[in-house]
């Protein structure tokens, strides 16, 4: 049976002429174990809310993921699927990515990510057994690592948490191969990884990779502790290859047709490519159906649920909307509009959570050791503590933003969670892999980004994050939400629990400002990107387009133009993305055919799409150009030239 994932593995990579049979032929064996001995899945049910994750996060070793697809029956996953191995539109690309009706939990490649994110899988297993009981969910995490994985920083930062916490069901296997792709491990990877685990709070154990029996026992001894279980499989890469096993000749290329035809004859596997004999592929396939009766059982248990429990598993379980979220957000903006608070929109954010968070039972928050800065803990929230304390709702990450964001991704991925998790902006460097990959995967995973300007003043330019509104806007499917407002701040987290298909990104204000939108509308203005808060009084002949912080900076420089006359309106520009996907019309109503002038405290990058028109001439920029300072907020508004006098000389020197 491991033969057949070393055949396929190495067929496939042939065909494409690219690929890496190494480590699929190295670790056969011990994902043999798993898949027909430990791992509670159902290909026939892929997407069973109480199934066991496995995580490939050795991405790069793709077709082990695809050959057990195909073998334990995946409906999808065909042999001709295999044949199209990293070919244009196959569900068979280069690395995995996330699709629960083939057996792929999430997408990974990027080393590091699988690991890490398997530790939001197992703290999102928890919390949600110990919201739902044994009885609907109780499984376990298994993770295939490389000693890649456990190189990268952010594998430290996740699974020292995950020791912290105690989350005894996440169990890795790590590919202990000792090669890489520049040859023996010893170049460079030295550590004693058992030993770096044992500190974080883990189990370890170490095994031969291709003794079944001693892979099992190690598994069984992992499943009963108390504790993460680190086990160190110690393989030979590429497997059964004569002269490339154990090499790193196999990890990233193909073996060749004359390797590929010694490795057959080598593991005495005669059959031709892509072949595999009946009698292997049934023990496969039964292999598959060995959790059907457990399937059966866990429905019979969620069909006896009372209706009203029933409802509330299945609405975790769904990831849908949350149920009267409008009638929430509503009432807040009335009484915003109504008391007319001058907060900053980090504080906003706060407000919003403690109205939102109780009503919405799958939210779980958190931040980076920042929680006092941020406001991400909603009134009389309990911590999740672990250690068998997972009834909280918030999480204390610590200084671990990149490991934060890969863990969220990982609970977006679970299911019955909604994760959102709180930083400085100028860390969404740190958290950057992990953001692109929740936009790569489509999910849910909201990030709560405080002191999102110079606007956070003494703290300097080491702290300022000028450059990441344009970084951030940049990646595809993000929304960067920046709201002007306490009412645009409960509108952009109305967006953001309502996007089930990706992650959102809330820049907000250290610094407190004005609240703008005194006048209630039940409509979500922020929800199409862009709108006119501000009409010209007459004839516009200036739109003032401006984000967050700098829109009530508009509306001064508005006040002042007009009282020269001049038409004046501001646009407040909450999501450049929601707002690119307007209507062409929409979009030229809201923008105006006058001068335009952008203000922004962040650097330009980005702004051109809305400044610009065919033949215009007539606009402006008002921001940085370089890094800040460390001074008074209002003082480096004024020494960056970020001002309304700034902004009406601008207007004027353009009509």
Request: with cysteine; glycine share 10%; hydrophobic share 40%.
């Amino acid at each position: 049976m491991a033969n057949a994932i070393r055949a396929l593995s190495m067929d496939a990579v042939e065909a494409a002429k690219s690929g890496h049979p190494g480590m699929p032929m190295g670790m056969a064996d011990v994902a043999t174990v798993l898949f027909t001995r430990f791992l509670k899945f159902n290909p026939k049910q892929p997407a069973w809310a109480d199934r066991d994750r496995f995580i490939l996060s050795a991405g790069h070793g793709s077709m082990l993921i695809y050959s057990l697809g195909y073998l334990t029956g995946y409906e999808r996953m065909t042999i001709d699927e295999l044949k199209r191995f990293r070919q244009l539109g196959s569900l068979t690309p280069g690395h995995p990515e996330v699709d629960p009706s083939l057996g792929i939990e999430m997408t990974t490649g990027p080393l590091g990510q699988g690991v890490s994110t398997a530790v939001g899988f197992a703290l999102a297993e928890r919390i949600t057994n110990a919201r739902f009981g044994d009885d609907l969910i109780n499984h376990f995490t298994y993770v295939i690592a490389s000693d890649g994985d456990l190189m990268e920083g952010v594998s430290h930062e996740a699974c020292s948490l995950a020791g912290h916490l105690g989350l005894n069901r996440l169990i890795v296997l790590w590919d202990d191969n000792h090669i890489s792709i520049d040859g023996s491990t010893d170049l460079s990877f030295t550590d004693d990884t058992p030993a770096r685990f044992r500190s974080y709070g883990w189990n370890t154990a170490a095994v031969d990779g291709h003794d079944p029996e001693a892979v099992a026992k190690a598994i069984e001894a992992a499943q009963s502790s108390d504790k993460p279980t680190l086990i160190a499989c110690r393989t030979i890469i590429g497997k059964g290859a004569p002269n490339k096993a154990n090499t790193h000749g196999c990890h990233g290329s193909p073996l060749g047709a004359d390797e590929v035809a010694a490795t057959r004859e080598n593991l005495g596997w005669p059959h031709e490519a892509f072949v595999v004999p009946q009698d292997v592929l049934d023990a496969w396939r039964a292999a598959g159906a060995r959790a059907d009766a457990a399937y059966a059982d866990w429905a019979e248990r969620v069909a006896a649920l009372d209706p009203s429990a029933r409802k509330a598993f299945e609405a975790a379980m769904d990831r849908g909307v949350p149920a009267g979220l409008d009638e929430l957000i509503a009432a807040f903006k009335k009484k915003v509009s109504e008391d007319k608070p001058s907060w900053a929109t980090r504080v906003a954010s706060g407000n919003v959570l403690d109205i939102l968070v109780p009503a919405v039972p799958e939210m779980i928050g958190g931040s980076a050791d920042l929680t006092p800065s941020n406001n991400t803990k909603a009134k009389n929230t309990a911590d999740v503590k672990g250690r068998g304390e997972f009834n909280g709702r918030y999480v204390r990450y610590g200084v671990r933003e990149h490991g934060m964001a890969t863990v969220m991704n990982g609970m977006a991925l679970h299911g019955g969670v909604i994760p959102y998790g709180g930083t400085f902006m100028q860390f969404a460097d740190y958290c950057r892999p992990s953001i692109r990959l929740a936009a790569l995967m489509k999910q849910r995973s909201i990030f709560v980004m405080t002191h999102d300007s110079i606007g956070l003043g003494e703290d300097g330019p080491t702290h300022q994050p000028v450059e990441h509104l344009a970084a951030l806007r940049a990646i595809p499917n993000l929304l960067t939400l920046r709201p002007a407002d306490a009412v645009e701040t409960a509108e952009c987290w109305q967006i953001a629990l309502e996007r089930v298909n990706g992650p959102s990104v809330l820049a907000l204000t250290r610094q407190n400002v004005p609240t703008l939108r005194t006048e209630h509308a039940a409509e979500n203005r922020s929800a199409r990107g862009g709108y006119v808060i501000l009409e010209a009084e007459g004839e516009r002949k200036v739109t003032l387009l401006a984000t967050g912080s700098e829109v009530s900076l508009a509306a001064e420089a508005r006040k002042a133009l007009q009282a020269e006359g001049i038409g004046a309106a501001v646009v407040s520009i909450p999501s450049f993305e929601l707002f690119e996907a307007q209507d062409d019309a929409y979009k030229a109503s809201v923008l105006g055919s006058g001068v335009r002038v952008a203000v922004e405290a962040a650097i330009r990058q980005g702004w051109d799409r809305w400044l610009g028109y065919p033949g215009a001439t007539a606009v402006a920029f008002v921001g940085m150009s370089g890094f800040g300072e460390s001074a008074p907020y209002q003082e480096l508004y004024k020494h960056f030239g970020i001002t309304a006098e700034a902004v009406v000389a601008a207007a004027k020197a353009r009509l």
